[in-house]
């Protein structure tokens, strides 16, 4: 395949971006995600890319769990935030403050406008990412009103 | 889970449209979908939710093959034309013009501006949709500048 047409046609690709989270003990994970879509209705399905390197593929992993948390179409900012290392400062993760998701623990952030938890029910591992599919077992809307951010108005891509 | 919630979270995810197609002999099955994702660069694969009943799922799971075909837009006429049961007439699917894909001769729709065949390398069945895992194996872009339809532009949802 010519690598630039390859480019072109897989970054045609509309995508959303989201941080990523989950937690094992005094351990967490926290990273901007954009290869994220629903699965299923019934039962609610989600499947994900994680980075196979990456510390939330190995905490969804063994926790068997992560959380979604949706970013505003305003909050590029805190999207950059989470590109970076995860760091548990004063009690936020990389300066923005959290709670523990009901079901699983997973970190979900108090400024992101909507998230939800997931429980891992398969991992596909055949490339530098890997495929996680999970069911849906909470989920919340803090921000009703917020549009969502997407990836094309960002000017980033990821993908290709 | 409030099932308001559940589907204003799910929602929030943010999601293009395209139209999956696959044949088997003279069997075509072209539809409308939007749960698509990349889900690793190398070997560049991605992930694709297709309704359990439906005709791309059959044929992607019979034929191991699907292709993918990027709507613009403007296509928003399109991608309704594809919602409906697919008919071959007079050469076309459900009226608009295609090829044969190059690797796997899944149908290519010439007024769409990009496009890739995959083959499937693996299916979750957890639900009312399956996850198909594929590698691309051939791209192509008919139209560079054409921006692609993106599903909150339509008015549309599918998801929650």
Redesign the interface.
């Known amino acids: ?2 690598q630039d ?2 480019k ?3 970054r ?5 971006l ?1 941080v990523a989270t989950a937690v094992e003990g005094e351990h967490y994970a926290a990273g901007t995600v ?14 994900a ?1 994680f980075k196979a390197d990456s510390g939330i593929h190995a905490l969804a992993e063994s926790t068997g769990a992560f959380a979604i948390n ?1 970013l505003a179409a305003h909050q590029k900012d805190i999207a950059q935030a989470f590109f970076k290392p995860t760091e548990l400062v004063d009690g936020t993760l990389n300066g923005y403050e959290f709670e523990a998701g009901p079901e699983t623990g997973s970190p979900l952030l108090l400024d992101l ?4 938890e997931a429980r891992v ?2 991992v ?1 591992k ?6 996680f ?1 999970a ?7 803090r921000y ?1 009103e917020a549009m ?5 108005e960002t000017g980033w891509s990821y ?2």
Chains 1, 2 share one sequence.
């Open positions: 395949m010519e047409t390859k072109k046609a897989l045609a690709i509309t995508y959303g989201y954009n290869w994220l879509s629903q699965a299923s209705f019934t039962p609610p399905l989600v499947m890319g949706t406008p909507s998230w939800f029910t398969d596909i055949k490339g530098d990412h890997s495929v599919v069911e849906v077992v909470s989920v919340g809307v009703p969502p951010l997407a990836m094309r993908g290709g």
